[in-house]
């Protein structure tokens, strides 16, 4: 109990004092965050764009799809440019050909080595310069500037509407026809991505770096890395390694605990469904539907790479642009893996807390229903808001499009979802209360399993705490206490509270060890988790102390990943230990390649990008997504479907399962995975990485490189695996299925083991 207590005690002060630490991140952010002056105007009071301007045009790029159309600051999706990269690299251009033409009578790429070099230099001073006047909140331009603004602006005009001259450019970035239609509405959008641009190339006060920390990378405009990206990626590496050896140290020093004898039967045989838990099994039909779906939607968007704006001929833009399918292809991953975790939680907590509380059935019916309502909502809404059927403000705002990658849906919708959580957060306490109360040596395991639904319930509703106006920076701050902290952090920690209580319960580990193990666990990974949100905050507009935070706690993230392949083995091979273990056999094997995918996405990958001087260059590159799709669907995606599996076993344990149908879905799934990941995601992130570095951000990500005929062959190499991919999903659905569409009775227990073994 002594160890109990010491770690209760530490994950207490760890996020007392984590937590401190991001909200003071916070108040800096707020405090250095790029200005949105009253106008951007010449000395002469020739008015560019005035604040009202930007903050249209940002509620335009919200409701045509925002971070899932391009990008903005490297947030954002892949096909089309970063367009305040793009902007920033076309302005420069457009001003130095302004130059060229008046003084020299030539066009900038005539001109000699010596002029250009000239007039290069003087490009770097102007565009760098600082000239935000705070006493009158207006930034003064040069006429120069704002005529090579307005050659930028006509430009995105066009390319947001229909001209026929750029329907070409159109395809290649995935964008529909025609996709602001109110000519108004696009020269708003121009006004907001030249803010975006201004704020990342313009010094700070006092200061030889941009607002956004020299990113992105482009020599033409002396974006280049800074001093601090070099410190803090050289720092990052050492305190990986400082944290590996003393998590191997700790573990030699307190050695191996001896497993204890399986028990002869199953343990978990004598539970009997209760009426609530017997409820769920809706939650996993929705499960396996929704993940089918967004297999299908991710297959329609990778295809946009190719075809921008077709299916194999068919105008599927002209129905579901790009930005709608990325759309619901990013929520649904989260959805279906959300909703197996909510499920698994309200069918084992009756048996965790041993009785079935009054109306639980009726709970955990009233919440699925309300989920049903907020995915057709929410993704209706979305379709209208991106084929601008949808009015801007404050009807987009609650019910349409908000443009947030991973925190897209309205925020009427987003508030719904949110009270659902509370809601699932009841069923799930006063379930587990009767647990709680008991002094066993399951106690702590329970307690820390109700903190996490606590923390996922609460912890939410991040996403509520900005406005329909507030700084895209603020935004960032907020929307990662979801993206991470929500689903990277609390999720995990009520995860490895369910698979430790369930292998409790099976005999395979000590209670005691159990709880110290989930609390030790816990510690480790909250200690780089919550402070290691700052990674995703390097180049939003926030102050450089971000960088030095994120590069330190973001390097520990992945310290536990480096031991967990061998608990995860250790775990499976314990699993053999008597034959009625068979039963549990591929719900384990799902755990198993968790922690395959922990290490591997979440670690290796994870890490490849996290560095400031790596993430520098990588930044909404396609060596994100590898890290993404690797560490969302390999870890959380795999333990959803463990998690899933176990509950099934538990919930018709009478039937037989079919262990080859399960097989060739586990299988499928893996080796898809690391096919997409090895054949087209990494190679391509690579090449894109090398054109970063030699020409600048905006050309690794322009049409230009993209359309290149080595990438074009990369995407159709992403085609096997996608199908291998496709082939394990669907034969996981189809299993789920199974088990209410002529399902089979048990066999023998022998016959079953032989099948396994």
């Not at 764009?49 to 159309?69: C, F, N, R, T």
């Not at 005529?147 to 995935?174: I, M």
């Not at 990588?618 to 795999?638: E, I, K, R, S």
Request: aromatic residues 14%; glycine residues 8%.
């Amino acid at each position: 109990m002594s160890n109990t207590r010491k770690l209760w005690t530490m994950l207490s002060l760890l996020l007392i004092t984590s937590f401190s630490v991001l909200l003071w991140m916070g108040s800096e952010i707020y405090r250095a965050k790029p200005p949105i002056p009253l106008a951007f105007q010449s000395e002469s009071g020739e008015v560019l764009y005035s604040a009202e301007d930007i903050q249209a045009g940002k509620e335009v790029w919200q409701s045509i799809g925002g971070m899932q159309l391009g990008s903005i600051w490297g947030h954002g999706a892949y096909v089309a440019p970063d367009w305040s990269a793009d902007w920033l690299h076309r302005e420069a251009l457009a001003l130095l050909e302004i130059w060229a033409q008046r003084e020299h009578s030539l066009s900038h790429a005539e001109l000699s080595v010596g002029d250009r070099a000239t007039l290069e230099d003087r490009l770097r001073r102007e565009m760098r310069r600082n000239s935000y006047d705070a006493a009158r909140n207006l930034v003064l331009l040069s006429p120069d500037r704002i005529a090579a603004a307005r050659v930028v602006a006509a430009h995105y005009t066009r390319l947001f509407g229909s001209d026929p001259a750029f329907s070409e450019l159109r395809e290649n970035y995935a964008m529909k026809e025609d996709t602001i239609p109110d000519a108004s509405r696009r020269a708003a959008l121009a006004a907001f991505i030249h803010w975006a641009a201004w704020a990342a190339v313009t010094e700070r006060p006092g200061q030889a770096i941009s607002y956004t920390s020299n990113w992105p990378s482009d020599p033409l405009v002396g974006n280049t890395p800074t001093s601090g990206l070099f410190l803090w990626t050289v720092f990052s590496v050492l305190f990986l390694i400082a944290g590996i050896g003393a998590m191997v140290w700790y573990h030699a020093a307190h050695g191996a605990e001896t497993d204890p004898t399986p028990p002869s039967t199953d343990p978990l045989a004598a539970i009997v469904a209760t009426p609530s838990m017997r409820a769920t099994a809706k939650y996993f039909w929705v499960v396996a539907a929704l993940f089918i779906v967004q297999i299908a939607l991710g297959a329609f968007t990778a295809h946009y790479q190719v075809e921008g704006q077709e299916l194999y001929g068919y105008a599927l833009a002209d129905v579901l642009p790009y930005s709608l399918t990325r759309s619901w292809h990013t929520q649904l991953g989260v959805l279906w893996i959300a909703t197996a975790w909510l499920g698994t939680g309200l069918f084992i907590a009756p048996a965790i807390g041993g009785a079935e509380p009054r109306f639980q059935r009726l709970g955990v019916n009233f919440l699925f229903v309300c989920l049903l309502i907020i995915v057709v909502g929410a993704f209706t809404g979305q379709w209208f808001a991106v084929m601008q059927k949808m009015d801007l403000g404050a009807t987009n705002f609650w019910f349409g499009h908000q443009g947030w990658e991973y925190v897209d849906i309205g925020r009427f919708w987003q508030a719904f979802l949110w009270v659902g959580l509370i809601l699932w957060l009841v069923l799930m306490g006063r379930a587990l209360w009767p647990a709680m109360r008991r002094r066993d040596d399951t106690r702590s395991i329970v307690t820390l399993l109700f903190l996490s639904t606590v923390a996922i319930g609460l912890f939410y509703g991040a996403g509520l705490l900005w406005g329909q106006h507030t700084h895209i920076s603020m935004v960032e701050y907020w929307r990662w206490w979801v993206v991470h902290l929500w689903v990277e952090g609390f999720f995990e920690v009520f995860a490895t509270a369910v698979i430790a209580f369930l292998f409790v319960k099976l005999g395979l580990v000590r209670g005691a060890s159990a709880t110290a193990g989930v609390l030790f666990a816990t510690v480790i990974f909250l200690t780089g988790g919550v402070l290691g949100t700052a990674h995703h905050w390097y180049f939003a507009g926030t102050p450089t102390s971000v960088i030095a935070i994120g590069a330190s706690f973001s390097a520990l993230e992945v310290v536990p990943l480096a031991l967990i392949g061998f608990e995860a083995w250790h775990t499976y091979q314990k699993s053999a230990a008597t034959p009625w273990m068979a039963r549990y056999r591929w719900p384990i094997l799902f755990f198993v390649a968790v922690a395959f995918w922990n290490l591997v996405g979440a670690g290796l990958f994870g890490f490849l990008i996290n560095p400031p001087l790596a993430l520098y260059y990588m930044q909404g590159l396609n060596l994100t997504p590898l890290h993404g799709h690797t560490a969302l669907f390999g870890v959380y995606g795999m333990l959803g479907i463990g998690l899933m599996l176990f509950s099934l076993r538990l919930m018709k344990p009478e039937l037989s399962w079919d262990g080859a149908l399960l097989g060739r879905g586990f299988w499928a799934l893996n080796i898809g995975l690391l096919g997409m990941a090895l054949l087209c995601l990494l190679p391509m992130g690579v090449l894109q990485v090398s054109a970063a570095i030699d020409h600048g951000y905006w050309y690794a990500r322009s049409a230009e490189f993209m359309q290149k005929p080595i990438i074009e062959a990369l995407v159709w190499l992403r085609v096997p695996g996608d199908v291998i991919f496709s082939v394990g999903a669907l034969c996981i659905a189809w299993f789920v299925a199974r088990l209410w569409i002529g399902p089979r009775t048990r066999e023998l227990p022998a016959i079953e083991a032989k099948a396994s073994a």
